[in-house]
């Protein structure tokens, strides 16, 4: 008997070729898109090493987790960091990257994340394109926490180097991601000695020997398993309509942010304006004498399948996150999720009203959709 995981034909050049033009597509750009074999963070290092040195200066925008890193790798790649970051429970503004753009004009390089999903807030892409594409800085961007859930047009927007991951609000694969490289992006690469080369970090191997050579021969044997649920992911957004997963992701959101205003006990939204708040996914701040992760066990332990985790690391003790994405971004795991955290408090003896938050999410959730179109 053939085994629907083992026994299958070999991914062709040709269909590797049709994936990454489906994902194009996803993003509306002309720019080459090129699919990594490995979790998100292959192409978000390898972008960076490509195109960072001794001679960059970078501004490196944080609004959480992610931009930290990318600082550390930008520093070890030996470029000049100025870090430019702003409280986890904010966005950045377009106006702060002008500043910061006027106060040290040498900079040729700027980093900033999309959403974050590890912290809850959104940034404002488009407007932040525009001052970045004034000065003329390559323009690196995290749109792995976004992508499905809200636009993301780096054509439009100027990014010079998006990556995105599929295990986020596309609902598919952890082990493959994509970046969307532009032509001066790969004139900057090529211009680095310390570029990687003949590396899995290499983004120009990919360059010369793939998009260069008529993407008709692989570099090495892909992740076939992965690609092929990239594909069907892919093909299950297209079905649904990107704007109606998007809209879905925005519902979420909007549900749970009432939700948790009207069930009370404590419990706050993490970002407080809602317009900085990300759909991919909503955090929550504890009140004090109520430690988050041990809040989302108790939860947990109710509907282990929620879509529920406290923050990493530090944020552990205070903030909650509802990870509505992907197949999450429905009613009943918003629903879920406010029945468990609003049983969880009342264990704890904080008076919560789970009834008003219930109505509250639904009547968000149709609000939120009208809103995201
Ligand atoms: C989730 C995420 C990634 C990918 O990291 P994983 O922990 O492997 O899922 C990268 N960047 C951002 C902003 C993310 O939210």
Known sequence: MTHPFLDLA???????????????????????????????????????????????????????????????????????????????????????????????????FVSLVHAEAATGNTNPVAEIGEVVKEHGA????????SVGAEPVLPDVWGVDLCVIGAQKAMGGPAGVSAVSVSERAWTRMAANPRAPRRSY???LDWKERW??????????????LEMLALEACVERIEAEGLENAMARHASAAAATRAGVAALGGGV???????????????TLRTPSGVVASELVARALAKDPALPLAAGGGALAGEMIRVNHYGADATPGAVRGSLTALGGALAEQGRTVDLAGALRAAEQAWDQGAAGAR
């Open 10 to 108: 070999p991914l062709t050049a040709a269909r590797f070729a049709s994936i990454e033009d489906r994902v194009a597509r996803l993003l509306s750009t002309r720019q080459d898109v090129v699919i990594m074999q490995g979790e998100a963070l292959l192409p978000l290092e390898g972008a960076i090493r490509a195109t960072a040195g001794p001679g960059t200066t970078a501004l490196n925008v944080i609004t959480g987790p992610y931009g930290q890193t990318f600082g550390d790798w930008l520093r070890d790649c030996g470029a000049t960091v100025i870090d430019l970051a702003v409280p986890f429970h904010t966005a950045v503004g377009a106006e702060q990257i002008r500043d910061a753009l006027a106060e040290h004009p040498e900079i040729d």
């Open 138 to 145: 390559l323009f690196y961007l995290d749109a792995v926490a």
């Open 201 to 203: 970090l290499s983004l």
């Open 211 to 224: 998009v260069d050579g008529g993407r008709k021969a692989l570099l090495h044997a892909p992740a076939q």
């Open 268 to 282: 706050e939204p993490y970002v407080h304006e809602a317009a900085q708040a990300a759909p991919v996914a909503t």
